[in-house]
């Protein structure tokens, strides 16, 4: 139970920091599968999909709650040992993936799977340079609509490996909006401000209900994906995976760059390995 909590806590983390895939952070601790096959057959098998479920949830939700305000602090003022020591939890997948490969033969089909989501992912880091304007997230029907949609596309980025969820919505221009409104959320429950509480509910409510919309949609067409090409699924995964530590180094802020940074640097990469190889496997 503490594990899944902790491990929830990772994915919850690794989806509040732009360029770094909660799919991956799955992957890295071995629940990838598992989540899949729980969100896909949570109707025909509700007691066993909601007892890993559940833990994951409660551990990702207390990690965006709690920590969003810590890690925004963390990468505007140390952004190299941060990035770091995401790179080390990514990295430190790999050895279980490649496990998942073991034994299969090398094709023209599988390099190139592995070739196309490892440039998907350097392109939107090279797209995502800039986050745009802060959306308009006034209360009316066209914004609910939007925020719904905005969730349901996060949701599905924030599932597939590799591919950043804070990212997308950095591209759609919500990811500073959201992010303040759950800090203000969290305020006003604190101060026991009513009306502070239902104004950000108005945000926070259509964007979670298509969150949730979204998990689900895209479980199934992974499921589906699975089913059909396994092994190439895992090349793209690699792919994915080995891409992603690339891109999150190249939106890192390198201008405080010294030798200590670079040392402290490979201190939380190492650390990063460390926590991947312990939450992971089975």
Known sequence: MIKKLLQGMVV????IIPGVSGGTMMVAMGLYD???HAITHLKSEFKESM????PIFIGAGLAIVTLARLFEFLLERYPIPTNFAFCGLIAGSLPFIFDKVKGHTVSIGKIIAFLIFFAVVILMAVMGETSGNAADVSFGIVNVIKLLLVGIIAAATMVVPGVSGSMMLMLLGYYDTILKTINQFIDALIAFDVQGILVQCGV???FGIGVVLGIFLIAKLIEF?????????????IGLIIASPVAILLKTDWSGFSVMTLIVGVVTFVAGWFVASKLGGE
């Open 51 to 54: 007892k890993l479920l559940i």
């Open 12 to 15: 919850g983390i690794a989806n």
């Open 225 to 237: 994906i699975f089913s059909k090409a396994e092994i190439h699924a895992y090349y793209a995964i």
């Open 34 to 36: 598992k989540l899949i």
């Open 204 to 206: 926070l409510v259509p």
